[in-house]
């Protein structure tokens, strides 16, 4: 089965950091870029950051640079997004999913991206 599966979510309080992992069964992670997205309630997904298949080009939502950083291990299938210094405004369900370079560029969620995970709920609350 052909699938993501996100982990690392939970509640920190502000300020404080999570590292979010998302692991590809099925397939490998080694030619596809990867894109982490979130959707808090009522409100549309939106690009968080993006990874190329090889890791030499990263892309960031202007409202996570400096504090988020993505990163890959294919040898364990697997992308990570390192999350400091969080605000009460990135609480929502991120989700990561597996496309093409040209996607991780425009870092759109409405784009066809070949797969996605189930989603991991992080909360930033005192």
């Known amino acids: 089965q052909l699938q993501l599966v996100e982990s690392g979510g939970g509640l920190v309080q502000p300020g404080g950091s999570l590292r979010l992992s998302c692991a590809a069964s099925g397939f490998t992670v080694d030619y596809v870029a990867i894109g982490w997205f979130r959707q808090a309630p009522g409100k549309e997904r939106e690009g968080v950051s993006c990874?190329?298949?090889?890791?030499?080009?990263?892309n960031y939502a202007d409202s996570v640079k400096g504090r988020f950083t993505i990163s890959r291990d294919n040898a364990k299938n697997t992308v990570y997004l390192q999350m400091n210094s969080l605000k009460p405004e990135d609480t929502a369900i991120y989700y990561c999913?597996?496309?093409?370079?040209?996607?991780?560029?425009?870092?759109?969620?409405?784009?066809?991206?070949?797969?996605w995970g189930q989603g991991t709920q992080v909360t930033v609350s005192s």
């Open positions: 999913a597996a496309g093409s370079q040209a996607m991780c560029v425009l870092l759109n969620p409405h784009a066809p991206w070949n797969y």
């Open positions: 990874i190329s298949y090889n890791g030499g080009s990263t």
